[in-house]
């Protein structure tokens, strides 16, 4: 979406000792065939805090239709943290937009996934920074997925021209990217691509 | 001032690329002599970014009396990441309290040693956690030095039992700790220990 509104592209992608480390080869690939500036990969290490099934020995648990408190899959203050580092990295690059592809639908309520998180980074974003307090750099926070369907952002992706077998969403994908078929981000994948009235081409494939 | 007021204390220490990195010796110090539940360091490495005078081979320039602008020993949204980790580091503890050191007087205008600053975290930090958001235990922001002088942090320290000599504050003090006298810090750090009427004791000491 932001190459289709015309930006120059940065990347930014974590490993923060994630199970699925796969999602990071997928994006290394996705990113090769896009026509990005720089993609960087920054290595952070949540487990020293300890405190999510993404990041410990635990298994993840399968979709609960019925549990809508914070899955265990949350990571303590994950995306302030990411955010944080894409703010150091927009205002070295001198980017005043940053995208982010959390989505507040379809979803356990992910506190740090909501409009109202992404609003008051933005406000912090704006006090923080040498760009903006005394360059007038204004940075903006745009999170276009984040009240869209699942449905929506297959059917946007693909009209996109996303191939979508290039990228890994399962929580407990292996290795080579094959996913569960069975946690929460399988079982919203696999919806998501029913109600786009599309089919899920192999990888994501089911191992 | 945390202990002083009956808190249990977790501590936490970036190793992020600084050229000074003996003030992580100096905090290890401190912190094994002080009655800390933990204290975690992370390593964070933000030359990924570059973009700073304390994390590139530039020599750090001697004070500047007349300059008021944001100094190049500014790190970009430095604070924003460390306050970010903090969060984590928190949640994961169900601490409700998060002191950082931050101070906004005698300085040269680093825009995330701001009151607003600070507050636009804690706003944040309120939004973004688990346990904010469904436990109801809200994170307070304590930055308690934040509108001291320089003079009056020494004295204060110095009657709460801190011994200053195992303190390093110069940005490019070398491996034993020892200060250039020169920098932003050295500078500011001797104007307080005047102001206080007080001797900087060795180590803070000249090289």
């Given at each position: 979406m932001a190459r289709r509104d015309g930006f120059d592209c940065l990347a930014l992608s974590f490993?923060?000792?994630?199970?699925?480390?796969?999602e990071i080869d997928a994006a290394v690939d996705v990113a090769s065939s896009a026509d990005l500036k720089r993609h960087v990969i920054v290595d952070i290490d949540l487990r020293v805090f300890g405190g999510s099934a993404l990041t410990s020995e635990e298994p993840v648990p399968a979709f609960d239709e019925h549990d809508d408190s914070v899955p265990i899959t949350y990571v303590p203050a994950r995306n302030t943290i990411f955010l944080a580092y894409a703010l150091a990295f927009a205002e070295v690059s001198r980017a005043r937009h940053i995208f982010v592809g959390v989505n507040?639908?379809?979803?356990?309520?992910?506190?740090?996934?909501?409009p109202e998180f992404v609003e008051a980074f933005e406000e912090l974003a704006n006090l923080a920074t040498k760009a903006a307090t005394?360059?007038?750099l204004r940075t903006e926070i745009v999170a276009?997925?984040?009240?869209?369907t699942k449905g929506e952002i297959v059917s946007l992706g693909t009209s996109l021209g996303?191939?979508?077998?290039?990228t890994v969403s399962c929580y407990s994908a292996n290795q080579q990217g094959e996913a569960c078929g069975e946690c929460d981000s399988c079982v919203l994948r696999r919806r998501g691509f029913a109600e786009a009235g599309l089919v899920d081409p192999p990888v994501g494939k089911l191992r």
């Open positions: 490993r923060y000792g994630q199970n699925h480390g796969s507040a639908v379809d979803y356990s309520g992910y506190p740090d996934c909501r005394e360059d007038g276009p997925l984040i009240n869209m996303v191939d979508y077998s290039r």
